[in-house]
């Protein structure tokens, strides 16, 4: 059990970084928000990230993700998706699952950075629900 005030931060490299979190938010099980822009984490993970969509769906985890307009996102039936303008720049991707928010950046050597802490996640969660009132379908 997380000590009051504690904060974990780890920081990943390379794809396996990247790998090790979707592992981690299918192994919480619980369902998660995002906000990003999607297509760097197709190419970068292909077949891969077609496979934890797959996950996803199995274990009936549910999405929300909000994107910038034009963007096709990998879903499945659990998954519901919203859109920004065009003019919002996503290049990265946030994601709030639990007490925890993990942020993807695509760009090489690619990073993945999760931050265990309960504030951090309460204050993405209301970032992401304003984001959600204005964004559209």
């Known amino acids: 059990k997380e000590e009051k005030g504690i904060v974990k931060v780890e920081v990943y490299n390379g ?12 192994a919480t099980g619980k369902d998660y928000v995002a ?4 297509n760097p984490f197709q190419e970068l993970f292909g077949t891969l990230a ?5 996950q996803l769906k199995e274990k009936k985890i549910k999405e929300r993700l909000i ?11 659990y998954s519901e998706i919203k859109y920004l303008p065009k003019d919002i720049k996503l290049p990265s991707i946030s ?6 928010v993990a942020f993807a950046i695509f760009q ?3 990073y993945a950075i999760v931050i265990e802490s309960r ?3 309460i204050s993405y969660q209301s970032l992401f629900e304003y984001l959600w009132k204005i964004a559209k379908r």
């Open 108 to 110: 090489r050597p690619y």
């Open 35 to 38: 906000f990003g822009e999607d």
């Open 95 to 100: 994601v709030i699952y639990g007490d925890k």
């Open 15 to 26: 794809v396996q970084g990247g790998l090790a979190v979707l592992k981690d938010i299918i």
């Open 119 to 121: 504030d951090l996640a």
């Open 67 to 77: 994107g910038p307009a034009g963007q096709k996102a990998l879903t499945s039936k």
């Open 50 to 54: 077609e496979q934890y969509v797959r």
